[in-house]
């Protein structure tokens, strides 16, 4: 049995709440308030576990499709987008749409619009099936094939190779991005780039962020969701950048004991879509076996707010409050 040295945690900032959270939470709480319960929320607002639950309790009712909802009733779209089919879905049911989809999913779609428009070809890095990627594909779906993974790229074909040009979901791993990049550069050399960074800035300042703390670390431990896409892939960058073992978690209680065998310095994160409180409960657990020494290491400073979805915007404040 290893015998374990002082216990220590190494708290990842940037971490938690980005901006188009924040926005978007805000959006269904200013939305009950305005119009009363119930608004309904076509799909969850945001990956998290705790977030849909708080929501529920003040009224919100989410739905898979707007089919779902009650002719005339209040709608919000999450904050990972939804495709032109599904507004005109709404509309026809009359239904009163509050879009809450995040400003850098909207520059994303947007790209879309613009290379379709020019006949390229475009190949979106994503994940099959994930919401952001149905509705970003949803803008050009003549002109979109979604490359999954760097694999894929060694095998995806293409009408025209002198016209592509590659766009990315907004939460997926910066490194391999980039090798998925590479491989299609391989074989479409004329292969554009896109005007700028698909893959956020909060996405990408946690990943930068754990790759710090997982160097020191016998264990990460991610607070966030397994729906959500930028939790996930920070378990998996911790374990590539040094971390003996790393785990994603919605709660403090599904922290596991073995998991603290003869460990000496846990680092911990959270996901975009996780409030600072889940944080704070796997800190007080681990202060309670031990692990009272904490240091932050700050990689970013994020000072970003998005207004609210122009629905809401009239005769009430415009801005979302801080990010954790
Ligand atoms: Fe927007 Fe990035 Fe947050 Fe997604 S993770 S809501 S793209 S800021």
Known sequence: MPVAGPKRVILAAPRGYCA????AVIAVEKALERYGAPVYVRKQIVHNTHVVSELEALGAIFVEEVDEV????HVVFS?????PAVVSAASDRGLQAIDATCPLVTKVHREAVRFARDDFEILLIGHDGHEE?????????EHVTVVNSPEHADTVEVRDPEKVVWLSQTTLSVDETMETVRRLRIRFPHLQDPPSDDICYATQNRQVAIKKVAT????????GSANSSNSVRLVEVALEHG???AYRVDYADEVKQEWLDGV?????????????????QVLEDLAGAGYRDIEEVRTAEEDLIFSLPKELREGRGTGGRASA
């Open 79 to 83: 904050a990972h987008g939804v495709s």
């Open 216 to 223: 020191g670390a016998d264990l990460v431990i991610v607070v």
């Open 20 to 23: 188009g959270v924040d926005r």
């Open 243 to 245: 971390a003996k073992a």
């Open 70 to 73: 009650p002719l005339g009733s």
């Open 133 to 141: 990627v149905e509705g970003t594909a949803g803008e050009a779906p």
């Open 264 to 280: 000496e310095t846990v680092g911990i994160t959270s996901g975009a879509s996780v409030p600072e409180v889940l944080v704070q």
